[in-house]
């Protein structure tokens, strides 16, 4: 359902998810330019960034393809999506260059990694999201959120980095996340007055730690001293961001998370995987509130850590015990498609939620938040099907393991990112060589052209981004 | 004092490189003509150096800055200092390995890391909260009188806290802050406040040390400063009442009074975790429990059994650290570490108990040190195609510290594809032969083909692809000539070779005093390395030669700018 801003009489949109919650969010004047009226405000553009690991069945995954672009069929696994058809485009056979095993450091980043030894795998640039949010610094109370859903905590977890081998970590608990938009840090939070008492506290605490008449300065050589003095710029960059969160949040309606089941000491709720589908729920209504209040513009979805994630689906029906989702994956290879193709079903269905969530708020000027938002839904690996099943390695006795794909990417984009973009298509792309032998080994176009597209379309007149060997430029026909 | 040149005496056994670095490559400096020579001192003894000539790095690293705490010793000193269980680790900013070692330093601290910090404190704090009136107990309710029980408090906790005593204005600091929540606060409310603060200080979570000296310059630690590197290192902790009772009474600043202390904590139960720490981060002992290998072509690889791996790994390096008391044993050793599991899995009999136990073992092709635990080859070498170079690259840096640039942008190009007949060892070596390759493969491929018996599971093969494995590797090199066959030879000469033992006093020398050695550094290193090799290559000794060097008690201000 959908309610539409009538006016000046109510000052309220309301989103409502099908998981029955309903969120209402208050009309925002400070989300808007300066020089606009409500009546006739460009919302700004946002981009928001979906992640799976290990990689989908790829023959029961890719879209059937038309006679023309847009005319396309989607496939079983992607037929949750049906009602969004025509806001999607399917972006195919885009290939990640320099990444082999666990990709989620290279996906956004453009580059190969720096292996340290897994699971010490380090970026060699900064990802899209980081980048962007560097680019709106200031211009909303968090310049990023990364959020994550037992997200396993190592580098090779890492899908945003703020730079070669700064790895941001995904808050995997709704509860922070909660508590973080509202400003009042990580403790559990019940309220709004609560939140308020914390974050009066958090103050006094800043305050006393940021004490002018400190002597520690003056005690200091002068290198000691900007070590410690970016401490100190990082506490006042809290307070900074307490206070813009604190005006924000006053004029925001949140989604009622409750309180945090979590036992000190034992294993936090939020990492439990029997309680992985609500905690994303959570975060999928907490990553469209912070779009929608425009506490910021650049939010990453991640849905478990990379490649080792050991997550569990054995709550879905047909889905079984024996593996876990990277087990999954490479059940692939010995032919068992099927409990892979269930839950990647069942995220199709997940991801479905989360653009119902992005039509259902109307913005000023009557167009959906996702009208104006630029959702990147994407996976660690290509496609584990047949189609790009590796021989056994003769000789070895082995099977070859290469099950992680960095060909054949499963690319999906939601919404029109402010116009930008034309939905409602099937993007098939030419492979670098067009033979057949190199379409059965599917060498594609560079991915670094999906994330020159996504800036594109977001207003950013970039020509390359990553690794400048695969500076190809962007995705043809997708932008503009 | 007569300067002897250890090049000059040693030269003509080591000719040739002495850290074995790609040529041309930018770390090509680390070879020898552009250090050591001339700066190899004899040391106070006349006998000469058994380190070889050259072997440590020219370049000026320079001291680091001052450093934050990390997670371990946060959460051991939370625990010591209050008594609860502190935040879980990975609530804390992350650690970095720094210069291969855990720690903050280099590490810049963002918003995001600030906020941890802040979360864990008031974490801390508000557990803490209704305790405090017992905590900190008052007799006065009056204002005046409660900031007095608090400024008690804060002379008796700040030598723990802040690892020195609070001066003045830092204790009217905190008790202020105390005041000014009671005027609207409660009590508990109110010390919980300022504990939280307390936590985020800056001379809380820095370690080192406020000094005001100028760029380069020296100077000694005081008392306080020594206890707080010395329990630091040693029990990843701050002092105990002993040692601190020491530090106040000005010990600690002479080489006499603080080895009875640094006996004392290091033959403590709570120097295991922080030295096995040593091993964990050179020998990347920590990776073996969340290997991967594909179950489906290795079935005995399970968790279960990688965490037993793991602890053979662990008990075998703490066995040569405490027990065997020979670094040498590293290599080449009859102690056998198994479970019901490990004996299935290595097939020697060995290991008929129901836990983890140690025995004895004749040294075999199959079964000698280190360079035969599966859990450690493991963690070398990922896919078997690649094997060999990884493993040669791991032992040329890690056991032997030669430097090895990272490859090149875009070179990392596939292996060739299978031909019959040949083997991965030629298709390794033809496709690594070329150019801009060979300038640092050759430096450690033959290293990683003497592995080769060993497959990526860690256990032996006599073939691969159909082919005989050929591990027979001819080396030319400093401590390290002449025909190898097989890991078991590799890891006899490793244990005889003076740049192993050089490296594991390079890795000790980091590890203990928190910077990589200079050639600058080289009478101390001599100095070592004539201790390690008197006392039988006792890493114990080691350790304490470099905790009782001048430079464990000596502070060089950082130079030039900061990060």
């Known amino acids: 359902m959908t309610a539409r801003l009538s006016g000046r009489a109510s000052r309220r949109v309301l989103l409502r998810g099908s998981a029955g919650l309903t969120l209402s969010l208050p009309f925002l004047e400070s989300l808007l330019p300066r020089h606009a009226t409500a009546q006739e405000a460009t919302p700004p553009r946002r981009l928001l960034i979906w992640t799976q690991p290990n990689g989908t069945v790829m023959d029961r995954w890719a879209p059937t393809a038309g006679a023309s672009e847009t005319e396309f069929a989607l496939s079983e696994i992607l037929s949750p999506l049906e009602r969004h058809k025509a806001d999607m485009v399917v972006v195919q056979n885009l290939m990640q260059y320099d990444a082999y095993g666990h990709q989620y450091v290279s996906s956004l980043t453009g580059y190969g990694y720096q292996d340290l030894g897994y699971p010490k795998l380090l970026s060699k640039g900064i990802s899209l999201d980081q980048y962007l949010a560097q680019k709106l610094a200031g211009v909303t109370p968090i310049a990023s959120l990364e959020l994550g859903v037992c997200a396993a905590e190592d580098y090779s977890g890492a899908i945003s980095w703020s730079g070669p081998e700064k790895s941001v970590i995904a808050e995997a608990s709704p509860f922070k996340v909660y508590a973080r938009l509202m400003g009042g840090g990580s403790s559990a939070i019940a309220d709004q007055a609560q939140a308020k008492r914390l974050l009066s506290r958090r103050r006094s605490v800043i305050d006393t730690v940021l004490d002018p008449l400190s002597s520690l300065k003056g005690r200091l050589g002068s290198v000691d001293r900007a070590v410690v003095d970016n401490y100190l710029e990082s506490v006042r960059g809290v307070e900074r961001e307490l206070s813009a969160l604190e005006a924000r949040a006053e004029a925001c309606t949140f989604p009622e998370v409750g309180t945090d089941p979590s036992v000190v000491g034992q294993k936090p709720w939020w990492e439990d995987n029997a309680n992985a589908p609500a905690a994303l729920t959570l975060q999928r209504k907490l990553a469209v509130t912070a779009l929608a209040c425009d506490i910021t513009r650049v939010v990453t979805l991640t849905l478990s850590g990379s490649g080792g994630s050991s997550r569990t689906f054995n709550y879905l029906d047909g889905v079984s015990q024996l593996h876990d989702w990277h087990g999954f994956s490479h059940e692939v290879e010995t032919g068992n498609d099927q409990e892979l193709a269930i839950i990647e079903k069942w995220h199709a269905e997940q991801l479905a939620l989360l653009v119902d969530d992005l039509k259902s708020i109307i913005q000023p000027n009557g167009e959906s938040l996702l009208s104006s938002t630029l959702l990147l839904s994407n996976n660690e690996y290509g496609g584990n099907g047949a189609c790009n099943y590796l021989p056994p390695d003769p000789g070895s006795g082995q099977r070859n393991n290469l099950t992680h794909y960095a060909k054949m990417m499963p690319y999906l984009i939601f919404g029109q990112a402010g116009g930008s973009i034309k939905t409602g298509r099937n993007l098939v792309l030419p492979f670098q060589d067009n033979s057949e032998f190199q379409r059965s080994q599917g060498n594609g176009l560079s991915h670094t052209r999906l994330l020159v597209s996504v800036l594109n379309a977001l207003g950013h007149a970039d020509t390359s981004f990553g690794n400048p060997e695969h500076a190809e430029g962007a995705v043809p026909g997708l932008v503009g | ?563």
């Open chain 2, 1 to 563: 004092m007569t300067r002897l040149s250890s090049s000059a005496l040693w030269g003509i056994a080591l000719a040739g490189l002495a850290a074995v670095a790609c040529e041309g490559s930018p770390s090509s400096e680390h070879a020898p003509g552009s250090a050591g020579q001339g700066t190899g001192g004899s040391g106070a003894t006349g006998a000469p150096s058994p380190i070889p000539a050259g072997f440590l790095p020219s370049q000026a690293l320079g001291a680091g800055p001052v450093r934050r705490l990390t997670r371990a010793e946060y959460r051991n000193i939370v625990r010591e200092l209050f008594n609860v269980e502190p935040p879980a680790s990975q609530a804390l900013p992350d650690d970095s390995l720094s210069s291969g070692f855990t720690s903050t330093a280099g590490q810049l601290v963002t918003i995001a890391s600030v906020s941890r910090y802040l979360d864990a404190a008031s974490d801390v704090a508000s557990r803490l909260e209704p305790s405090l009136r017992s905590a900190i107990p008052c007799n006065s309710t009056e204002p005046a009188g409660e900031s007095a029980c608090i400024e008690q408090y804060l002379t008796s906790l700040g030598p723990r806290l802040f690892r020195r005593p609070l001066a003045a204005d830092e204790k009217a600091r905190y008790v202020n802050a105390f005041a000014k929540a009671r005027t609207t606060q409660s009590y508990e409310q109110s010390a919980s406040l300022m504990l939280e603060a307390l936590l985020v200080a800056p001379e809380f979570l820095f370690v080192e040390v406020p000094s005001g000296a100028s760029s380069g310059a020296k100077r000694p630690l005081d008392g306080w400063q020594v206890a707080s590197r010395l329990s630091l290192l040693l029990w990843d902790s701050i002092p105990d009442a002993a040692l601190s009772s020491a530090a106040e009474q000005g010990q600690l600043t002479s080489a006499a009074a603080l080895h009875e202390q640094l006996e004392r904590l290091l033959q403590s139960e709570r120097a295991r975790a922080p030295l096995r720490s040593f091993f964990d981060d050179w020998l990347g002992l920590t990776k073996i429990e969340g290997l991967v290998r594909d179950a489906a072509v290795y079935p005995s690889v399970t968790p279960s059994l990688l965490g037993d791996l793991a602890a053979e790994s662990r008990a075998f390096v703490d066995d040569v650290l405490w027990q065997g008391k020979d670094f040498r044993r590293l290599f080449v050793s009859p102690a056998r570490f198994r479970s019901p599991a490990l004996s299935a899995f290595y097939g020697d009999g060995l290991g008929q108990g129901a836990e983890l136990a140690r025995y004895e073992a004749e040294v075999s092709e199959r079964s000698f040190g280190l360079l035969s635990q599966a859990g450690f080859l493991m963690t070398l070498a990922q896919a078997e195609k690649s094997a060999a170079i990884h493993r040669g690259a791991f032992l040329r840096r890690k056991l032997l510290c030669g430097a090895l640039p990272p490859p090149p942008p875009g070179v990392a190009t596939p292996l060739p594809e299978l031909t019959a007949g040949v083997s991965k060892r030629q298709r390794i070596s033809e496709h690594t032969s070329s150019g801009a390759c060979a300038a640092c493969h050759r430096t450690f491929n033959d290293l990683g083909f003497t592995l080769d018996h060993f497959d990526i599971a860690g256990q032996w093969r006599d073939q691969d692809e159909g082919l005989p494995i050929d591990s027979k590797v001819t080396f030319d090199e400093p401590g390290l000539t002449g025909e190898i066959d097989g890991a078991r030879q590799l890891s006899e000469a490793l244990a005889q070779s003076p740049n192993a033992r050089a490296c594991v006093l390079q890795q000790l020398f980091t590890f203990t005093l928190e910077r990589a050695p200079t050639s600058a550094d080289q009478l101390l290193f001599d100095d070592l390395g004539r201790k390690f090799e008197a006392s039988g290559f006792d890493l114990q000794s080691a350790l304490t030669g470099l905790i009782e060097s001048e430079d464990f008690r000596t502070r060089v201000e950082p130079e030039g700018s900061a990060p």
